[in-house]
Nanobody, 119 residues
Framework: QVQLVESGGGSVQAGGSLRLSCKASRSIFSMDTMGWYRQAPGKQRELVAAFNSGGTTNYADSAKGRFTISRDNAKNTVDLQMNSLNPEDTAVYYC?????????????WGQGTQVTVSS
């Protein structure tokens, strides 16, 4: 089992910045992948940015150049720095971890944090 707790959401004007943080209940070094997804009203949940196994990163096209994902293995946290925000970034942002255990590979999700960008 993995518990993920997000923090850092809020409201900001277009062009502003926010930093999201996700703290895991166990070592993130053991995760297959760990990252951030978002879901806007009426849309499917989509990948924003993630660390893949081996430590490489994967960004959605909409996030490239504006968002940066980082990790602190000692603190078991994964952060998402979001700059140059625009109203299309408004969504609930979810931390995700994928972990392979003896019984299979499982997805774990945080409770979500709202990000609202006003024009």
């Amino acid at each position: 089992q993995v518990q993920l707790v997000e923090s850092g959401g809020g409201s900001v004007q277009a062009g502003g910045s926010l930093r999201l943080s996700c703290k895991a209940s166990r070592s993130i070094f053991s995760m297959d992948t760990m990252g951030w997804y978002r879901q806007a009203p009426g849309k499917q949940r989509e990948l924003v940015a993630a660390f893949n196994s081996g430590g490489t990163t994967n960004y959605a096209d909409s996030a490239k150049g504006r968002f940066t994902i980082s990790r602190d293995n000692a603190k078991n946290t994964v952060d998402l720095q979001m700059n140059s925000l625009n109203p299309e970034d408004t969504a609930v942002y979810y931390c995700n971890a994928k972990l392979t255990q003896w019984s299979g590979t499982f997805d774990y999700w945080g409770q979500g944090t709202q990000v609202t960008v006003s024009s």
